[in-house]
């Protein structure tokens, strides 16, 4: 399928490891012009140097828990050199534990990160979107939207708030040929989970092996994603054949949200 995004310009995310590096690679291979944000200079060179080196691509270094200065220097890029079509909010998960457990600085982190920061990236976005006529925001958020996700609580939290977030900026920017979606991945092979696995284990007295394969067998596909099977639900999502796909939550699962 043509996705009918080549040069496009977008804008991703965590872009050094994980689903959010598999993003980029994924757009980068449809022709469209990435630029990288996160907070590691060394890692978003690393990245850059893996993309196709025949388009335009590049990077921004912002810190995710400064959402004024990640909005400076988006909008400083784009004045420099190009708006955005696509933008992909993506941004690593919390501690874990029991919601009661967690203090009131974890909650305000974790709403920095996620709704401060996407909101921000949105404000520097979307006029570019508006006068192309053409805007795609995907939000990577988790099942945990449908589903929340035992001893995840700032998280199941938060992501819900994204969830509500996201629903109501698809309403207002609709009719400007601007789309808002979220991807809900289920247990993927990143070093998110691993460490999700390590303290799971911990709590339950069992080896890191045992659990993985408990967590494997919650899921019907009896196995966990690669990120790059993610990647290509974001990439569609992003495209001029999602055009009419608006306010949803696409759950890259395996099957394991039992929710409609």
């Avoid at 969830?163 to 207002?172: P, V």
């Avoid at 009719?175 to 390590?198: C, H, M, Q, Y």
Wanted: aromatic share 6%.
């Amino acid at each position: 399928m043509d996705l009918k995004i080549n040069n496009k310009n977008a804008l991703v995310c965590g872009s050094t490891q994980g689903i959010g590096k598999a993003t980029a690679i994924a757009l980068a291979n449809e022709g469209v012009n990435v630029t990288l944000v996160a907070r590691n200079r060394e890692k978003l060179k690393e990245v850059l140097s893996e993309l196709p080196q025949h388009r335009n691509h590049s990077y921004i270094v912002a810190d995710f828990t400064n959402p004024r200065e990640l909005q400076e220097q988006v909008i400083k890029f784009i004045e420099k050199n190009h708006g955005f079509h696509i933008l992909v909010n993506n941004t690593g998960g919390h501690r874990s534990g029991e919601i009661l457990t967690a203090s009131l600085d974890e909650f305000d982190k974790a709403f920095t990160m996620h709704i401060k920061c996407n909101h921000v990236l949105a404000q520097a976005t979307v006029p570019f979107m508006k006068e192309q006529g053409f805007g795609r925001i995907v939000n990577i958020i988790s099942t945990s939207v449908k589903e929340p996700i035992p001893g995840l609580g700032v998280s199941n939290t938060i992501r819900g708030a994204v969830g509500n977030w996201s629903k109501t900026l698809a309403d207002e920017l609709g009719a400007f040929g601007i789309t808002v979606n979220n991807v809900l991945p289920g247990f993927t092979d990143t070093e998110r989970l691993s460490e999700i696995i390590k303290i799971k284990a911990n709590n339950e007295g069992k080896t890191e092996e045992e659990m993985t394969e408990i967590m494997k067998n919650y899921t019907p596909a009896k196995r966990f994603a690669q990120p790059e099977e993610t990647a290509s639900a974001v990439a569609f999502l992003a495209s001029e054949a999602a055009a009419y796909i608006n306010g949803i939550n696409i759950p890259v699962d395996g099957g394991r949200t039992k929710s409609l």
